[in-house]
């Protein structure tokens, strides 16, 4: 897509429709399977990211904000927004972290520099963790499913929203629902070695458990601090194509999201971003 193909798109409408979330997590993640190309699922990423910036070009006043782990995710997202917009929009970045020599804040400084995008960093201390679990235990109420919550660290991505609402910014992309299309985790890789219906198996439970373990709690918190949420990587077009794609080209025992990462080799770098260690804005936070 070209640099005015995504200004046509602000004052008009873009080719592929956003939808919610709550739309796409209905769909099967392991569909019938068909013959697929990494080029035709190339253009159906690019198609989802411009549909998304296009929204969040609308939203923001012409400015883009989205985070950025310094993965494979968010990094080829971010190459594939910059390819699509005029030189110089602004574009913001926010990365968290439990200090700054992580991985996560090391490798996306990186990645925000080979951009030149606004970048802001999240590095919660110790002494601000008190007031955070305050101030989340007042919006989610003093119960057991609050402590399980502050228990799996919702606190942190508390706090990077938090740091974003001291922002303009009025949508914000975020790349959830990959790892689960695509095979990011793990057990993903793990069960490549256990057979195809055990793969299988894998995919559809982390697929169950985007909606209520990741999705609402992550929506609710972005809404208390007025920021709307753009998913890239949950658009129907794309979670159908690539629910065709048989599991074991998805994910092996040593690789995870391997189309996504050959795809990301024309984008993305430097190379190490794509095949790192996978971490997340949870991982990332409670990690020095």
């Known amino acids: 897509m ?12 873009p080719e592929l429709k956003l939808n919610g979330w709550r739309e796409v997590v209905k769909l099967p993640v392991v569909d019938s ?7 035709e699922l190339e253009d159906i990423f690019r198609e989802s990211i411009e549909a998304v910036t296009i929204q969040a070009l609308k939203d923001n006043d012409g400015i883009i904000y989205t985070t950025l782990s310094g993965g494979v995710d968010s990094s080829l997202c ?6 699509l ?6 574009i913001h970045t926010f990365t968290a972290g439990g200090g700054r020599r992580h991985p996560d804040v090391q490798f996306a400084q990186e990645v925000s520099k080979l951009f030149n995008t606004t970048h802001h960093e999240i590095i919660v201390e110790s002494k601000d ?5 305050q101030e ?6 003093n119960s057991p499913q609050t402590e399980t919550m502050i228990k799996r660290a919702d606190i942190n991505v508390w706090a990077v929203y938090r740091k974003i609402a001291k922002t303009k910014a009025r949508s914000v992309i975020v790349h959830d629902g990959i790892d689960e299309l695509m095979g990011g985790y793990w057990l993903h890789r793990q069960s490549a070695t256990e057979g195809k219906e055990r793969q299988e198996e894998i995919f559809r439970k982390f697929w169950r458990e985007l909606e209520p373990e990741h999705l609402t709690p992550l929506e609710s918190t972005a809404h208390h ?6 998913f890239p990587y949950l658009q129907k077009k794309l979670v159908d194509y690539i629910s065709h794609i048989p599991v074991s080209e998805r994910a092996s025992f040593t690789t995870g999201k391997m189309p996504l990462k ?10 190490e971003v794509i095949d790192r260690k996978k971490r997340g804005f949870v991982d990332a936070l409670m990690e020095k």
Request: hydrophobic share 40%; glycine share 6%.
């Open 262 to 271: 050959e795809i990301a080799r024309k984008y993305v770098w430097p190379k």
């Open 33 to 39: 399977e068909k013959l697929w190309n990494l080029e």
């Open 85 to 90: 917009c005029p030189s110089d929009t602004e």
């Open 225 to 230: 601090f007025g920021i709307q949420l753009l």
């Open 78 to 83: 971010l190459a594939i927004i910059a390819e």
């Open 2 to 13: 070209s640099e005015k193909s995504v200004i046509e798109g602000i004052n008009g409408e």
């Open 129 to 133: 963790k008190e007031e955070i679990i």
């Open 136 to 141: 989340f235990t007042d919006f989610y109420g």
